[in-house]
């Protein structure tokens, strides 16, 4: 079993409407989780972090947290072509918050005009 | 420039030489990390380093890879005796003292021939 699992897509949507962006991780004791940004070529960009179950809303982006299910998840809303891009899962292991953050692969998103 | 600051963007090496890779963090952050992004492959973690300490370096190779972080200047990747396998994105990260969250910076290219 990976340490982080994404589907790797492409995750097709029309422009308007939500992506829905799963992550799961097998480390339980996790504290920390991120979602990163990466357009191709370039750098990943952190869009949201969350460190507490439930929902976190910023703006179209709502990061979703479900530690029993070992689940975390990425919506976003009124989707743009200019989403279009790979969204990284981030997981920082353990208990003590190490640094070390464990990434999926990525999911592509691609979002039609 | 306040971001993540890494030269050079691109480096060209051959077989058996030397590369250094340069990371100054943002302003008023005091934790680097460095990962590896390798083609068609996910982000790994390398290492983590605060201020003339290595805090995490379970992600480097055994051998021919270094990292430091001296008190003064940017914090310097070394890879000896480059293989084409080092071939890779390399991208440094990173965060305030009392923050878990990674910033990115552009990331260094390197291409072994």
């Known amino acids: 079993q990976k340490e982080v699992e994404q589907n790797s897509g492409p995750l097709s949507v029309p422009e308007g409407a939500i992506a829905s962006l799963n992550c799961t991780y097998s480390d339980r004791g996790s504290q920390s989780f991120f979602w990163y940004r990466q357009y191709s070529g370039k750098s990943p960009e952190l869009i949201m972090f969350i460190y507490s179950n439930g929902d976190k809303e910023d703006g179209r982006f709502t990061a979703q947290l479900n530690k029993a299910s070992q689940y975390v998840s990425l919506l976003i809303r009124d989707s743009q072509p200019s989403d279009s891009a790979t969204y990284l899962c981030a997981v920082n292991q353990g208990s003590s918050n190490t640094g070390k953050l464990i990434f999926g692969q990525g999911t592509t998103l691609q979002v039609k005009p | 420039n306040a971001g993540v600051m890494q030269n050079p963007r691109h480096l060209v090496r051959r077989r058996g030489q030397e590369a250094r890779l340069r990371c100054s963090p943002m302003k008023g952050h005091s934790h680097v990390y460095w990962y590896r992004q390798l083609p068609e492959e996910g982000l790994k973690f390398m290492v983590y380093?605060?201020?003339?300490?290595?805090?995490?370096e379970s992600g480097m190779p055994k051998e021919r890879f270094s990292a430091e972080f001296p008190k003064e200047g940017p914090s310097i990747l070394r890879i000896q005796q480059v293989v084409r396998g080092d071939s890779a994105a390399y991208f440094c990260?990173?965060?305030?003292?009392?923050?878990?969250?990674?910033?990115f910076g552009p990331g260094t290219r390197l291409t072994v021939t």
């Open positions: 990260a990173s965060s305030g003292p009392n923050s878990y969250e990674q910033y």
């Open positions: 380093l605060q201020k003339e300490n290595i805090i995490d």
